[in-house]
């Protein structure tokens, strides 16, 4: 019968922690001098934006409500700024045709843009030429674009009518027409800032997977039922974005009524911006300029607010 073996009990081992080699001080001392340096650029561009932008914009604030004209002290008015400004006739104008100018850019300027981003993703031969040809109007100083399509808008010499002239057709006011003055900038500025936006729809389209488009034709959908039910879905995001910051923009126009009309004929071209610009300039009435700057905020701010809020929920529905 043999012995049965004794079991030893086995002892548990600890696992000593390796010590870290410690960082050289020459490492250390290069590292934190990068990030001195890092931070010290940040701070740059962080003092600068401060005192030409946050700065302006509470000082802008403060004369909303002060009577303030250059070289006196400000006096305090309360909201007499803001009272002074709604009772001018000008008021309900103005922001009637900044409206009226944002509702015609969406149906003008947003559309075409798209339309052309999907000509362009469609081209095989010569693409980089096309969209150079496309971009081109952003890279020309807005002022200059402006009195360029301020002479070809020109009712007696200029292109347009020359064209209208040769096809036999009637000719038209165009920016010197009260009916018609809105319409014309509204094109000037489509023209002019419609580069950006095809080239961020033709990145977006880029993306859309072709085996998309493969099985939407196999399933026998048109031109018009891949663009609906394909490229629209998978660009939603980068078109609701766009849609924002137009209209935002949009609502802020002002170099295109300065320089081609002048907020004529008869006020139909005076938009808020330009608004604030006589106010500030012409009226020499600082606060009142304030006063509907800080209007102009308010809405845009609210408008942003539940334009994001309603598309969030749409996203999460």
């Known amino acids: 019968m043999t012995k049965t073996a004794q079991r030893r009990p086995v002892q548990a ?14 490492r250390g001392r290069r590292r934190l001098a990068d990030q001195a340096h890092a931070y010290a650029f ?3 561009g962080l003092i600068c934006f401060a005192l030409f932008s ?3 914009a509470i000082r802008a604030v403060v004369i909303a409500f002060q009577k303030y004209t250059p070289g006196s002290s400000p006096e305090w ?3 007499d700024n803001f009272s002074r400004v709604l009772q001018d006739p000008e008021f309900a104008a103005a922001w009637r045709n900044t409206l009226t100018f944002t509702l015609l850019a ?22 980089a030429f096309f969209r150079v040809v496309v971009y081109l109007p952003v890279m020309i100083p807005p002022v200059v674009s402006a009195l360029l399509w301020k002479w070809f808008y020109d009712p007696g010499a200029g292109l347009a009518n020359e064209a209208l002239r040769f096809a036999h057709l009637p000719t038209s006011n165009w920016s010197n027409g009260a009916d018609t003055a809105l319409v ?15 080239l961020i729809y033709l990145a977006a389209l880029q993306s859309v997977p072709g085996e998309l488009y493969e099985a939407a034709e196999l399933d026998g959908a048109n031109l018009w039922q891949r663009i609906r039910h394909v490229t629209i879905p998978q660009t939603r995001f980068v078109i609701l974005m766009l849609m924002l910051l137009q209209i935002i923009a949009t609502m802020q126009v002002f170099t295109e009524p300065f ?24 009226y020499n009435d600082f606060g009142g300029a304030c006063a509907l700057s800080l209007m102009l905020l308010v809405v845009l701010g609210l408008f942003s607010a539940l334009y994001l809020r309603l598309t ?5 529905a």
């Not at 798209?114 to 362009?120: D, R």
């Open 54 to 56: 946050w700065y302006p």
């Open 106 to 127: 969406l149906l003008i300027g947003f559309a075409v843009p798209f339309v052309l981003a999907l000509v362009l993703n469609e081209v095989r031969h010569a693409k």
């Open 259 to 282: 320089v081609i009309t002048g907020g004529g004929p008869e006020n139909a071209t005076v938009t808020v911006l330009y608004l604030i610009y006589k106010y500030a300039f012409l």
């Open 184 to 198: 014309s900038l509204v094109i000037v500025a489509t023209w002019a800032n419609m580069g950006g936006t095809v």
């Open 77 to 79: 008015v309360g909201t």
């Open 13 to 26: 081992t600890t696992v000593r922690p390796v010590p870290a080699h410690p960082v050289p001080k020459g």
């Open 42 to 44: 940040l701070l740059g």
């Open 312 to 316: 969030r929920f749409e996203g999460e």
